[in-house]
C-alpha cells in the first residue's frame, strides 16, 4: 500500500510535552550616528514546533521509528494540533464560518456563532482555516447576529472563500519534520527522551 500524506499522528504515546514557536521575518537596521532602530516586517510567519515524547516500550518506539522513516524527512506531511493547549478558553460555540471572501491581513471575519457572546474566542485560543493553525490575538465578542472579527497570528495563507469552516474543536495544521530524528534504545528496553521539530507546510 502506498503511503499518503498527510499522515496523522500515532497513537501509541501521547506528547509530553509541545512547545509552539513563533518565527517572523522582521528585520532591523541601527543607525551607528543616531542609534534609532528601523523596523521591516517582510512578512513571513510561520509555526515551529519542539516536541517531547514521554518514555515508552521499544515496541511503542519501533512505531514512532516507522513513522519517522514514513515521512522521509521534509518529504511528507503530518497534522499536528496543538494537543496539551487545543481546549478553547473562549465559550467558542456555534457554526462559525469565514462571512465574505477575499480576506487577507491579520484579521478575519467571521459568522454562524452563537449570538451576543461576550468572549466567544479569547487571547490564546486556537482555531483551524483550512489546513492551517491560528491563534487569536485579543479576546473578541459575538454580536446580535453571530458575527465576531478576530486578530489572528500569522497572517491568513490565501484568500480563504466565503462560508469556509473555522474548526475550533481539536484544531490542527500541516507540518513537515526538520530532520529525521535519533531514536536510542536502552538495556532496560525503555526508550526515553525521543525529541523532533516540525514546521509548518507552507
Known amino acids: 500500500m502506498a503511503i499518503s500524506f498527510p499522515l496523522d499522528f500515532p497513537t501509541a504515546t501521547g506528547i509530553q510535552e509541545i512547545e509552539w514557536i513563533p518565527e517572523n521575518s522582521v528585520a532591523t537596521t541601527e543607525s551607528a550616528w543616531s542609534r534609532k532602530i528601523k523596523v521591516y516586517d517582510n512578512g513571513g510567519k510561520r509555526w515551529r514546533a519542539n516536541i517531547t515524547l514521554p518514555a515508552m516500550t521499544v515496541a511503542n518506539a519501533r512505531i514512532w521509528r516507522a513513522w519517522f522513516l514514513s515521512l522521509n524527512g ?3 506531511t503530518f497534522w499536528l494540533s496543538p494537543t496539551l493547549d487545543k481546549t478553547a478558553r473562549g465559550i467558542a460555540t456555534g457554526t462559525p464560518l469565514v462571512n465574505g471572501g477575499s480576506q487577507t491581513g491579520q484579521s478575519l471575519i467571521t459568522d454562524g456563532w452563537t449570538t451576543s457572546q461576550t468572549g466567544i474566542l479569547k487571547a490564546g485560543d486556537w482555531f483551524q482555516l483550512g489546513n492551517y493553525l491560528y491563534q487569536v490575538l485579543q479576546d473578541a465578542n459575538s454580536d446580535g447576529s453571530g458575527n465576531a472579527t478576530f486578530d489572528i497570528w500569522p497572517n491568513l495563507r490565501s484568500s480563504p472563500s466565503d462560508n469556509a469552516t473555522i474548526t475550533v474543536s481539536n484544531p490542527k495544521g500541516l507540518f513537515r ?26
Open 74 to 76: 521534509m518529504e511528507g
Open 177 to 202: 519534520l526538520v530532520e529525521l530524528p535519533p531514536v536510542n534504545m536502552t538495556v532496560n528496553h525503555i526508550v526515553e527522551g525521543l525529541r523532533f521539530q516540525a514546521v509548518e507546510a507552507i
